[in-house]
């Protein structure tokens, strides 16, 4: 099943940093993970195909329906969003029945509902956003993207700032959206989550992709040598000088 297809992104910021890609395609009912060093165009990317950043994106399309308006965007792409800033006096259960905005007033209140419950944000439905701990908020801006329900989301670094029990959660959650048909995009430091959580891997490097495939196969020892300049151990990843 077709999830997200793209002709070319291209973005070149003035400073030099940006991305450039070919056709890429990611399927429903899988997670991608976008990976690279920092400043390699990870968050870039995602930007330019939900439209929070201008650049050129040709060809986009869901599910084999090319999307024109913003609209068609808003419907078919979930964001979170790196940058973890929501209005500080709004209670979450506001916040996440934000993500319903799309499709309209009328819409029922489960879905925000099943988002709280998943993402175990019960306890701090009515409380303000600005009182939570970063982790909560960032919890409740994924629960946002999650209460869209679109065919696809992105999300960047999702378990940034999450202790490993909301970590692992998370990515549990994500692999069940998958599970449902949607295709989840998601930009990660962790590599050993992408292991093992992720089906297919984007590495970018300098803006431009350099490795696509099952994450095994993409992170073998020359991508993780020359791109991310560690290699693997019996303890681990070390870092290259
Ligand atoms: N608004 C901007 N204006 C100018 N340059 C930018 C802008 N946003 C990002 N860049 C540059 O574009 C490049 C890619 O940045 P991007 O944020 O996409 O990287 P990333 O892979 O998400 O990095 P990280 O892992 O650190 O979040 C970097 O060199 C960055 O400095």
Same mark, same amino acid.
């Not at 709280?116 to 409380?127: C, H, S, V």
């Given at each position: 099943?077709? *999830? !997200? ?15 450039? %890609?070919?056709?890429?395609? =990611? ?27 201008? /650049?050129?994106?040709?060809? !986009? ?5 090319? &999307? ?32 319903? =905005?799309? =499709? ?9 509902? $099943? +988002?709280?419950?998943? @993402? *175990? !944000?019960?306890?701090? /439905? ?23 329900? $679109?065919?696809? &989301?992105? $999300?960047?670094?999702?378990? $940034? ?24 995009? +998601? ?16 590495? @970018?490097?300098? *803006?431009?992709? +350099? ?7 993409? &992170? ?7 791109? =991310? ?6 303890? *681990?990843? %070390?870092?290259?000088?």
């Amino acid at each position: 099943m077709s *999830g !997200l297809s793209v002709n070319r992104v291209h973005l070149r910021y003035p400073n030099g940093g940006g991305i450039e %890609t070919g056709r890429l395609d =990611f399927g429903a009912g899988q997670i991608i993970a976008l990976l690279g060093p920092n400043g390699a165009g990870k968050s870039t990317l995602i930007k330019a195909l939900v439209g929070a950043v201008r /650049a050129d994106v040709e060809g !986009l399309s869901v599910a084999g329906q090319t &999307l024109i308006d913003p609209r068609q965007r808003a419907r078919n792409l979930a964001y979170l969003s790196q940058t973890r800033t929501g209005p500080a006096l709004s209670s979450v259960r506001d916040i996440i029945a934000l993500g319903r =905005f799309p =499709f309209g007033a009328q819409d029922p209140e489960q879905r925000v509902a $099943a +988002v709280i419950e998943t @993402l *175990g !944000l019960g306890p701090f /439905a009515d409380r303000p956003f600005g009182t939570l701990s970063g982790g909560e908020q960032a919890r409740v801006l994924l629960g946002r993207a999650l209460a869209v329900d $679109a065919p696809v &989301l992105l $999300a960047d670094e999702p378990t $940034a700032s999450l202790d490993p029990h909301y970590a692992l959660r998370i990515m549990d959650t994500l692999r069940s959206e998958a599970r449902r048909g949607r295709t989840v995009i +998601v930009s990660v430091h962790d590599l050993s989550l992408a292991e093992r959580y992720c089906d297919q891997a984007l590495i @970018l490097a300098g *803006g431009c992709i +350099v490795g696509q495939g099952t994450v095994r196969e993409t &992170l073998n020892a020359d991508i993780l040598r020359d791109v =991310f300049r560690v290699s693997r151990s019996p303890d *681990g990843l %070390t870092p290259l000088s």
